[in-house]
């Protein structure tokens, strides 16, 4: 799997996924250097999706990727019979690596957890799972000890964290046998210098050209440009508060010529004087990128 994976947003138009921008927005990671793309997760607002939804989309997703990008597909959901239905969806389709959040909303001992991932990976043996945290959004996580007793899944393949818990990263890295990528863009320098195996990146979903730059330095081992892209990295979390609103993002989008509509209710909107700030943060932006040779290229 690749160093940067771009969880993709999910677009609509008039409350309904819009498909075909769901399609321009896959060529458009293809064409800007991307290698994975982490379908229907928290930045493709698979919450507000229904279980039909979530399967028509990763159909588009799957149809237009074909073998230009390696997908991870989120099948997480509240009830462990909906995770192993959309599973079986994603084989279905050839989609063969799966990211499972921890069961959200109720509050769930570890044993309990446990034995979900236990039986998620029992019912679905020939794909890749990825266990996903995310605690400050499930409410639940998966302790190190927990982890531990489930290395013995010979599918349960590693862990997406996005905690945003430096430490708890570099404990994970210590639970051998099991691929370590992060959700937090702000922690993605120290992370993979420390072995992490990548960075599954909302932001990237916007300028995936800037993250790939900054996964080719590290692949390369090269410090100073990996601190020089990591700073454009720095600069464009802080410009969309963490990603912690998808509309930023989408507005990101938006600016690079992709459309894709506004979230479903009740996630919020950018206001007037919102989206005026981000022009004018996207323009400084793609200027600081391009003194490193990073051309943000816009659609007409």
């Not at 195996?197 to 081992?221: D, Q, R, Y």
Request: charged share 20%.
């Amino acid at each position: 799997m690749s160093i940067l994976v771009i969880p993709s947003i999910t677009p609509f138009q008039a409350e309904r996924i819009n498909h075909d921008a769901l399609a321009q927005l896959v060529d458009f990671y293809a064409h800007g250097g991307a290698k994975a793309v982490f379908a229907l997760g928290t930045t493709g607002e698979f919450a507000l999706l229904s279980t039909i939804e979530r399967k028509e989309a990763l159909e588009t997703i799957a149809s237009t990727a074909q073998q230009r990008l390696d997908l991870i597909v989120h099948i997480g959901a509240t009830s462990q019979r909906e995770v192993i239905e959309l599973g079986e969806h994603a084989l279905s389709l050839g989609v063969k690596a799966a990211a499972v959040i921890t069961p959200y909303f109720f509050a769930y001992t570890q044993t309990e957890l446990e034995q979900f991932y236990r039986q998620v990976c029992a019912a679905l043996p020939t794909m890749s799972i990825y266990a996903y945290t995310i605690p400050q959004r499930a409410g639940n996580n998966l302790e190190l000890l927990t982890l531990e007793r489930l290395r013995d899944l010979p599918n349960l393949v590693g862990i997406k964290d996005s905690s945003g818990d430096l430490q708890r990263l570099y404990d994970l890295l210590e639970l051998r046998g099991l691929e370590v990528y992060a959700g937090a863009d702000g922690l993605a320098l120290p992370f993979l210098q420390r072995g992490g195996a990548g960075l599954v990146s909302g932001l990237g979903a916007a300028i995936p050209e800037v993250f790939e730059a900054f996964s080719n330095a590290i692949k390369c081992g090269d410090l100073q440009e990996q601190q020089r892209t990591f700073d454009l990295v720095r600069q464009f979390n802080t410009l969309m508060r963490a990603g912690s609103r998808l509309d930023f993002i989408r507005a990101a989008l938006a600016w690079r010529g992709l459309e894709t509509g506004v979230s479903r209710a009740p996630l919020p909107q950018l206001t007037a004087d919102e989206a005026t700030m981000l022009e004018t943060g996207f323009a400084a932006f793609a200027q600081a990128a391009s003194q490193l040779g990073i051309e943000l290229q816009r659609k007409p």
